[in-house]
């Protein structure tokens, strides 16, 4: 990946140090070219939390989530990840990247290398894992997302579920510190949803810190600390499951509630 200089924003130490908020989207904007698709976004997450992001397609969900592991270059404010401005131009973006799994709509994976070897590319080449060492962890991985005993699959001889569940195994593989879905399954068929669903049920009864972009409205009741509404590159509304699903406040959240129930 081309090393990314960031321009825009200046670097500054983080104003409070919670050790609790491991990441800290601070007056965040993004824009391309004319078009300001990030106004102000301002969210703190907690370590073990897991946020859910609703919002409408074009509302700036992906770009605030790319932003995050500087996939996208915020164009003004500061994200602060374990208490250090990623915007910071000393920022070694390959090691921010180790400590923030990102799990995609499309999985990605090689079509010439199986499951498991999926798995250990980045550890051997980004984290100089050994091959044994990546071997051993990235069977560890797939065992926890159910997939054991596909370590040897190609990409093509496995479901689009497993696919999937392969791709977030090569995330954890890395051991990350926060994990970000973004519509984790939004080009799954319906049946294997449910599986990849699972997957991400049990990493965050495991504590894991997730950031999750879905339309899955049963995950982010169950599984979410708390909801996150964006719309036009501005957080709307931000609350409990319970308060944003049962008492949304917003006629923006309201609507688009409305019409997804
Ligand atoms: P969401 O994930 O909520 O659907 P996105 O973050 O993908 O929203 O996109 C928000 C807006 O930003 C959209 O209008 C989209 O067209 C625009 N956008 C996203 N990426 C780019 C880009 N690389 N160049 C220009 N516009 C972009
Ligand atoms: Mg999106």
Redesign the pocket.
Known sequence: MAATSVKVSSARPAPQLDENVIVSIQSLQKS?GD?E?LRDVNIDVHRGEVVVVL?P???????MLRCINLLEVPTGGHIYFEGKDITDKKTDINKLRTGIGMVFQSFNLFPHLSAKENVMLAQCKVLKRSKEEAEAIALEELRKVGLGDRADYMPSELSGGQQQRVAIARALAMRPHVMLFDEATSALDPELVRDVLGVMKDLAREGMTMIV?THEMGFARDVADRVIFMDGGVVVEEGTPEAVFDHPQNERTKDFLGHIA
Request: glycine content about 24%.
């Open positions: 391309f078009t698709v919002g397609s074009g509302s700036g969900k992906s770009t972009v």
